[in-house]
C-alpha cells in the first residue's frame, strides 16, 4: 500500500518536474535542443520543395560538374556529424555564384559557384551547407515560422499523398512560403556555426580549410555584379565571418 | 424526504460519473480524428508554437515505451493512417495522416515515464 503511493508519488513529481519538452543532443551544435521535425517528415519537405525547384530552375546538364560535386559532396558528408539522411548534390544551370540547401539534405550549387572555385574552396562552401543541415538550422527554421499543419502538407504531399486539405494550392502556397523562408538570412550564430562546421566537415575530409577565408573573399571579390551578392544576402556578414574563420581554422588544424 | 432521495439521486449519479470516468478511455480529437490515449495517461502541458500556429499537447504515461510504441504502431496500421516515420531507437516519431487531419507523434522515454507527445 505504501510502495503504491510512494509510486504514484514519485510518478506525480517526475511528471510535474521534469520538462515536457523532447530535447535531441545534437552533435554538431553539441546542445541539446527541442526539434518537432523529425527526419523523415523533414525529407519529405525537402521533396516537396524539390520537386517545385526543378519546376523553376534547370538542373545543369554539364555533367562533369554534376560529379565533382557529388563525389565532394560525398567525402564531406561521411565525415559530417549527421548521418541519418541521405545527402543529395546538384548543380543548377545558373551563373549567379550561390549554393542553397533544402530541407532533408538536398544541397544545391550553382553553375556559377562551381566554376569560380578550386576543390578546396568548394569542399567549404559544401561543407558550409552540409552544416546547415547538421545543426538543423533549416528545420528550425521551419518549425519557428511555419504552422505544423502546412509543414505536413508539404511533407505528406512530397510523399505522394495529397497534401493539405486545400489540395495543391495549399503545397503550392507552403512551398512559396518555404522560398522565402529559405531565401532570408540565417541568424549571424546560424551563419558563423555553419561556418565553423564547414572548416571541420573539409579538413576532415582531406581538404585544405584555409580555402575557406579565400572562398569568401573570392565571392566577395567577384561581386561587381550585385546579383553576386545574393551569396552574402543569403550568408550574409561576410566580414566578421572571414574574421571568425581566422581563428577557428588554426584551432582546427591543430587538432 | 423527497429533497434527501433527490440528495442521495444526485449522489449515485455523480458516484456513477466519477466511476466510469475513471475506467474511460481517454482520448484526444485532432481536427474529427479520434486518437486514443493509454490508461493512466496524465497530461502534462499544451504548448503553442510557430507563432502561435501550432499545438504541442505532452502526456506521460507509468508505462514502457515499447508498450506504447507497439499500442500506437497497432492504432495507426488499423485505421489506415499514412505514415511518415516510425521507430527511431527506443522511441517513435512520425507524422501521419488520415483524412483531412494531420499530425506528428513523437514517443520516447523521460526518467522513470513515458512521454508521448502530440503535434498539429
Redesign the interface.
Known amino acids: 500500500m505504501v510502495g503504491n503511493i510512494l ?1 504514484v508519488l ?3 513529481v ?2 510535474l518536474f ?5 530535447t535531441l543532443y545534437n552533435p554538431a551544435t553539441g546542445r541539446n535542443e527541442i526539434i ?6 523533414e525529407v ?1 519537405i525537402g521533396r516537396s520543395a524539390v520537386s517545385e525547384l526543378t519546376k523553376k530552375h534547370k538542373v545543369s546538364g554539364n555533367i562533369s560538374l554534376q560529379e565533382r560535386a557529388r563525389n565532394m559532396g560525398r567525402r564531406l558528408a561521411d565525415v559530417c556529424d549527421r548521418r541519418d539522411i541521405e545527402y543529395r548534390f546538384s548543380v543548377l544551370e545558373d551563373k549567379e555564384l550561390n549554393a542553397m540547401t533544402l530541407p532533408g539534405g538536398f544541397i544545391y550549387v550553382n553553375e556559377g559557384l562551381m566554376k569560380a572555385l578550386n576543390d578546396d574552396e568548394l569542399a567549404y562552401v559544401l561543407g558550409h551547407e552540409i552544416g546547415h543541415v547538421a545543426a538543423r538550422h533549416i528545420a528550425k527554421k521551419l ?7 502546412m509543414l ?2 508539404l ?2 504531399a512530397g ?1 505522394g ?1 495529397k497534401g ?2 486545400e489540395g495543391a494550392q495549399g503545397v503550392a502556397k507552403g512551398v512559396d512560403m518555404l522560398y522565402g523562408l529559405l531565401d532570408l538570412k540565417f541568424s549571424r550564430q546560424d551563419e558563423y556555426e555553419a561556418d565553423r562546421l564547414g572548416v571541420k566537415y573539409s579538413y576532415k575530409a582531406g581538404f585544405s580549410p584555409y580555402f575557406a577565408i579565400s572562398a569568401l573573399e573570392k565571392i566577395k571579390e567577384k561581386g561587381t555584379d550585385p546579383k553576386i551578392f545574393r551569396y552574402f544576402r543569403t550568408h550574409p556578414y561576410a566580414e566578421d565571418r572571414i574574421k571568425a574563420l581566422k581563428q577557428v581554422i588554426p584551432q582546427m588544424s591543430a587538432k | 424526504m423527497k429533497a434527501k432521495m433527490r440528495i442521495v439521486f444526485f449522489c449515485f449519479l455523480l458516484l456513477c460519473r466519477v466511476w466510469t470516468g475513471a475506467f474511460a478511455q481517454p482520448i484526444l480529437d485532432i481536427f474529427g480524428v479520434i486518437v486514443p490515449l493509454p490508461y493512466g495517461a ?1 497530461f ?2 499544451k ?1 503553442r ?3 502561435d ?4 499537447m ?1 502526456y ?1 504515461v ?1 508505462a514502457s515505451v515499447t508498450k506504447i510504441v507497439e499500442f500506437y504502431e497497432s492504432f495507426f496500421k488499423d485505421n489506415g493512417f ?1 505514415i ?3 521507430r ?1 531507437g527506443d522511441g517513435f ?3 501521419v ?1 488520415k483524412d ?1 487531419a ?3 507523434v ?1 514517443i ?1 522515454a ?4 513515458t ?1 508521448i ?1 502530440f ?2
Do not use: H, P
Request: hydrophobic share 45%; glycine share 8%.
Open positions: 509510486k514519485l510518478f506525480s517526475s511528471a521534469l520538462s515536457g519538452c523532447s518537432f521535425i523529425n527526419t523523415q517528415t519529405a518549425q519557428a515560422n511555419m504552422s505544423y499543419q505536413l502538407g511533407a505528406f510523399l499523398a493539405a486539405t | 496524465a502534462r502541458q504548448e508554437i510557430a507563432s500556429t501550432s499545438t504541442v505532452t506521460a507509468d499514412i511518415i516515420g516510425g527511431q516519431e512520425a507524422s495522416k483531412d494531420m499530425f506528428a513523437k520516447f523521460q526518467g522513470a515515464v512521454i507527445q503535434i498539429w
